[in-house]
């Protein structure tokens, strides 16, 4: 299969990515008709598809865990955290703004990268893999990226200040596991976004060279 032109990988690329962003439409439909209906009614029973989850040590004094799980012998050895599970849902519009805004940020995000991965393919398709729109797409499909980091990391500092400010666990302020904070970092992403930032100014680069030696020729 030929990397650029007509019957190129950019045509199921483009069908990959239409179907994506259909999937997402529909996914950010749904969560528009659930926030619409909770701004109106915060206690609508359609309030158990809307809720926010997150994890917190309970002290091993109250949650004791001795004896639990077994493993084999001589394979490994085990221990077992006390952590809960705690999941937030509405009774005030506050709620439902403020976590809603958050997520919308983040939908907008993935939107912004499949627009712009699907009209870079479209490019490719017409048979012109590196114009100048390609490179603005990729360049804005980056940071769309390194923007979803962003608000993952936003969630992580917010959910901490709300569990700190409204919640304790067994009468003491909640702490949220280290190993889950590292765990959730959104590593990945942010390296991803890196990456595809730095090609497109490689390939602004390379286009700026094809240009001056055009104009010298």
Avoid at 198 to 216: N, P, R, S, V
Wanted: glycine share 8%; net charge neutral.
């Amino acid at each position: 299969m030929r990397l650029f032109g007509t019957g190129s990988i950019s045509t199921p690329a483009r069908i990959l990515l239409d179907a994506l962003l259909v999937i997402s439409g529909f996914l950010v439909t749904l969560q528009v008709i659930v926030v619409s209906v909770l701004l109106i009614n915060p206690l609508h029973p359609i309030r158990e598809h809307f809720q926010v989850t997150t994890i917190a040590t309970v002290p091993a004094d109250v949650w004791r865990t001795d004896g639990l799980v077994r493993v084999e012998p001589g394979t490994a050895s085990v221990r077992v955290d006390p952590w809960a599970y705690i999941t937030y849902q509405p009774v005030g519009r506050a709620f439902v703004l403020v976590t809603s805004t958050v997520s919308f940020s983040g939908w907008a995000c993935v939107v912004l990268v499949l627009l712009n991965l699907r009209r870079a393919f479209t490019n490719v398709a017409a048979g012109t893999p590196f114009p100048r729109d390609n490179i603005r797409c990729i360049r804005v499909a980056g940071w769309a990226i390194l923007g979803l980091a962003a608000v993952d990391l936003l969630i992580t500092a917010g959910m901490v200040t709300y569990m700190r400010a409204t919640t304790t666990v067994a009468g003491h302020p909640p702490v949220i596991p280290g190993a889950m904070l590292l765990e959730g970092f959104p590593i990945g992403t942010i390296l991803a976004g890196l990456a595809v930032v730095i090609l497109a100014e490689i390939f602004k680069a390379g286009a700026d060279l094809q240009e001056d030696q055009a104009l010298t020729v």
